[in-house]
């Protein structure tokens, strides 16, 4: 009986080194799958194409009391001119700069 059981412990573990053998060969296979999975090439898939959100209007620009951007430069211009002009005849009205 002794010998039935020894031998039957030896095909247990025979069974588990070729079962741990064939693992380790898969792995190997597995290595030289990613090379010539890598050399297939990287952007295989279709681009997604750019839909944007549903309440996004784009088809119109977007405007500060109806003025376009070159209009609003020019009204903001001529404040800061004004307000230099200003800032300058109430100095001499006051005599803190003098011509």
Known sequence: ???????ATETS?????????KAIE???LMFDN???????GFNE???AKY?????YRSSKPKRFLGMTSLQRFVIVALL??????????VLLVFGKISL
Request: glycine share 6%; aromatic share 4%.
């Open 34 to 40: 990613l090379r010539e999975d890598t050399s297939s």
């Open 80 to 89: 800061m001119f004004t307000t230099c002009i200003l800032g300058t005849m």
């Open 1 to 7: 009986m002794a010998i039935g059981l020894q031998s």
């Open 51 to 55: 839909q944007p959100a549903a309440g």
């Open 45 to 47: 898939q279709p681009e």
């Open 13 to 21: 573990a025979y069974a588990q080194a070729r079962d741990k053998i």
């Open 26 to 28: 898969k792995e190997e």
